[in-house]
Protein backbone atom coordinates (compact mmCIF):
# COMPACT_ATOMS: atom_id res chain seq x y z
CA UNK A 1 0.00 0.00 0.00
CA UNK A 2 2.80 2.30 1.08
CA UNK A 3 6.05 2.35 -0.97
CA UNK A 4 7.91 5.78 0.41
CA UNK A 5 6.42 7.63 3.72
CA UNK A 6 7.88 11.20 5.04
CA UNK A 7 8.32 12.24 8.49
CA UNK A 8 8.50 15.78 8.88
CA UNK A 9 10.31 16.47 12.11
CA UNK A 10 11.79 19.55 13.93
CA UNK A 11 14.67 18.59 15.71
CA UNK A 12 14.80 21.51 18.17
CA UNK A 13 11.38 20.16 18.63
CA UNK A 14 10.13 16.63 20.47
CA UNK A 15 6.51 16.65 19.88
CA UNK A 16 7.10 16.43 16.24
CA UNK A 17 8.26 13.29 16.49
CA UNK A 18 7.99 12.01 19.44
CA UNK A 19 4.30 9.94 18.48
CA UNK A 20 4.79 10.07 14.99
CA UNK A 21 8.30 8.22 14.72
CA UNK A 22 7.00 4.97 15.84
CA UNK A 23 3.79 5.13 14.14
CA UNK A 24 6.19 5.85 10.91
CA UNK A 25 8.54 2.97 11.40
CA UNK A 26 5.74 0.35 12.26
CA UNK A 27 4.40 1.47 8.87
CA UNK A 28 7.69 1.66 7.04
CA UNK A 29 8.04 -2.53 8.58
CA UNK A 30 4.40 -3.50 7.73
CA UNK A 31 4.41 -2.26 4.03
CA UNK A 32 8.07 -2.31 3.57
CA UNK A 33 8.27 1.02 3.03
CA UNK A 34 11.14 3.79 3.01
CA UNK A 35 11.40 6.64 5.44
CA UNK A 36 12.02 10.23 4.44
CA UNK A 37 13.26 12.04 7.25
CA UNK A 38 12.15 16.02 6.44
CA UNK A 39 13.59 19.18 7.85
CA UNK A 40 13.04 22.19 6.76
CA UNK A 41 15.39 24.96 7.19
CA UNK A 42 14.52 28.59 6.68
CA UNK A 43 15.50 30.31 3.70
CA UNK A 44 18.37 32.38 4.61
CA UNK A 45 18.91 33.24 1.03
CA UNK A 46 16.12 35.42 0.60
CA UNK A 47 17.25 39.22 -0.02
CA UNK A 48 16.10 40.79 2.79
CA UNK A 49 16.34 37.96 5.34
CA UNK A 50 20.16 37.17 4.05
CA UNK A 51 21.23 40.87 4.71
CA UNK A 52 20.73 40.35 7.96
CA UNK A 53 23.21 37.27 8.26
CA UNK A 54 26.89 36.49 7.55
CA UNK A 55 28.12 35.75 3.77
CA UNK A 56 28.04 31.76 3.95
CA UNK A 57 25.94 31.39 7.03
CA UNK A 58 23.39 29.61 4.79
CA UNK A 59 25.82 26.83 3.47
CA UNK A 60 27.35 26.82 7.18
CA UNK A 61 23.31 26.16 8.77
CA UNK A 62 22.75 23.68 6.56
CA UNK A 63 25.82 21.64 7.09
CA UNK A 64 25.13 22.22 11.16
CA UNK A 65 21.17 20.96 10.50
CA UNK A 66 22.72 17.79 7.83
CA UNK A 67 24.91 16.80 10.96
CA UNK A 68 22.03 16.87 13.43
CA UNK A 69 19.89 15.16 11.09
CA UNK A 70 22.11 12.49 10.59
CA UNK A 71 22.60 11.63 14.35
CA UNK A 72 19.11 12.18 15.14
CA UNK A 73 18.23 8.93 12.39
CA UNK A 74 21.65 7.32 13.70
CA UNK A 75 19.62 7.59 17.31
CA UNK A 76 15.66 7.06 16.42
CA UNK A 77 16.26 4.88 13.46
CA UNK A 78 16.15 0.97 13.72
CA UNK A 79 19.13 -0.52 11.18
CA UNK A 80 16.34 -2.72 9.46
CA UNK A 81 14.48 0.53 7.90
CA UNK A 82 15.73 2.12 4.52
CA UNK A 83 15.65 5.86 5.41
CA UNK A 84 16.88 9.16 3.43
CA UNK A 85 18.00 12.28 4.91
CA UNK A 86 16.32 15.76 3.30
CA UNK A 87 16.86 19.03 3.99
CA UNK A 88 14.23 21.75 2.76
CA UNK A 89 14.24 25.02 2.70
CA UNK A 90 11.41 27.40 3.08
CA UNK A 91 8.43 27.80 5.19
CA UNK A 92 7.22 24.61 6.61
CA UNK A 93 4.23 23.53 5.58
CA UNK A 94 4.88 24.37 1.80
CA UNK A 95 8.36 23.10 2.26
CA UNK A 96 6.86 19.92 3.17
CA UNK A 97 4.60 19.32 -0.02
CA UNK A 98 7.55 20.51 -2.59
CA UNK A 99 9.69 17.61 -0.61
CA UNK A 100 7.16 15.26 -0.77
CA UNK A 101 6.16 15.67 -4.58
CA UNK A 102 9.71 15.25 -5.45
CA UNK A 103 10.13 12.15 -3.40
CA UNK A 104 6.86 11.17 -5.02
CA UNK A 105 6.32 9.72 -1.05
CA UNK A 106 2.88 7.82 -0.80
CA UNK A 107 1.90 8.90 2.81
CA UNK A 108 3.05 12.14 4.96
CA UNK A 109 3.31 11.13 8.87
CA UNK A 110 3.32 13.98 11.12
CA UNK A 111 2.47 14.82 14.56
CA UNK A 112 0.07 17.84 15.42
CA UNK A 113 1.83 19.38 18.37
CA UNK A 114 1.30 23.36 18.16
CA UNK A 115 -1.39 24.73 20.40
CA UNK A 116 -0.82 28.66 20.19
CA UNK A 117 -4.36 29.45 18.78
CA UNK A 118 -7.65 27.86 19.39
CA UNK A 119 -7.57 26.79 15.80
CA UNK A 120 -4.16 25.34 15.97
CA UNK A 121 -5.35 23.26 18.96
CA UNK A 122 -7.41 21.44 16.62
CA UNK A 123 -5.02 20.44 14.09
CA UNK A 124 -1.49 22.69 14.40
CA UNK A 125 -0.48 25.39 11.89
CA UNK A 126 1.82 23.50 9.54
CA UNK A 127 -0.18 20.21 9.55
CA UNK A 128 -3.18 22.17 8.73
CA UNK A 129 -1.84 23.09 6.09
CA UNK A 130 -0.58 20.47 4.67
CA UNK A 131 -3.55 18.73 4.96
CA UNK A 132 -5.53 21.54 3.07
CA UNK A 133 -2.83 21.79 0.35
CA UNK A 134 -1.56 18.44 -0.85
CA UNK A 135 -3.24 15.56 -2.65
CA UNK A 136 -0.91 12.83 -1.04
CA UNK A 137 -2.28 10.83 1.89
CA UNK A 138 -1.31 12.42 5.11
CA UNK A 139 -1.67 10.85 8.30
CA UNK A 140 -1.50 13.43 11.68
CA UNK A 141 -0.65 11.38 14.70
CA UNK A 142 -1.84 12.92 18.40
Known amino acids: MYSKIL ?17 ALALCRSFGASLH ?9 MPLVGSYFPEGFAEKAHEALSEAQHKF ?3 HVPD ?9 DGSPWEAIIKAA ?3 DVDL ?12 DYLLGPNAEHVVH ?3 ISVMIVR
Request: positive net charge.
Open 80 to 88: DIKVQSVIV
Open 133 to 135: HTR
Open 108 to 119: IVMASHSKRKFA
Open 7 to 23: LPVDLNEESSWKKALPT
Open 37 to 45: VVTVLPDYR
Open 101 to 103: KKL
Open 73 to 75: IEE
